[in-house]
């Protein structure tokens, strides 16, 4: 145990791996910048967020929301280090577990500030779709684990050649790397069995895929239910090859894109080690892991 001395003079302990390497003034001028952002977009939304005794309210809904994408953008990922940052960095805040209800509570704002975000001024000609393994816990402890039991399975990442238990985050983005849709379902899950509810949460015409996407039928029904086109590279000792080489080749370069978002999302924002024990509180982290690579994305959260 060390102890580290906050920005106000105040000496508390810390461990060693709670340590934000950032400096006061970076950290409270993204909050300002965040806070601004959040207030700026939350004005249409105000007539939903009216409830009882809302006037005794201590923080605002806009305060309470950007102290926790700012805890994202920072890469925390326990609660209760963070609530800790925070009255040691950015003054006084509401009792933890209040914090921690109110957060879960404005969860649905979230979606709406991404969606509200990430919506391109001109229509996106394609859109990517692809799946993130989201374990749980380590390998050895397949067999025992007992988190977000009957939520969560035990499945199989092809990239690594592993099993392991957890989630599977099924995301659709358009062609400039915003977030559109997502979906968490189990690991054992395969990806052709989402493809329908990302494209009913977010349409495209055309969408492009890895060779998990491998379906007659998918491809069939998505053209006579939902007008799509899904384009995915035909396997090499395949007999009838559909596209040209110069198409497979800009269908592969165009889904770099999605491999770049997940590699940001794991190493920035430390999308693997979410360490929720609920539904409500696992849904709010990925929803404000979402909205804060998408403030990032438009400048809002810098590095």
Known sequence: MKVTKPHFGRWI???????CTQKPCSVQSQFVAILKKVQQELQAFA????RKNHHLLQQSDAHVLTLHLLGKALGFTSERAWHRFIQGNLGSVVERSRYNRRCRDLRFALKWLRKRLSSPEFGSPYSI?????LPLCYPVRLTRARCFRGLADVGYCASKQSHYYG???HVQIDSFGFVQSYVLSAASVHD????????RQAHSALV???????????????EQNFGTLLCVPTRSNSKKQRWTPAFTRWMRRKRKQIETLFSILVTRFALSSIRSKSPSGFETNLDGLLLAYTLWKIGVIQD
Do not use: A, C, N
């Open 129 to 133: 779709i692809d799946s993130l393994p």
């Open 192 to 199: 052709v069995q989402m493809v329908e509810e990302l494209l």
């Open 47 to 50: 007539p939903f967020l009216t």
């Open 208 to 222: 492009l895929g890895d060779k998990g996407y491998l379906s007659h039928s998918l491809h069939v029904h998505l």
């Open 167 to 169: 989630f599977k985050l």
């Open 13 to 19: 302990p810390v461990q060693r791996h709670l340590y």
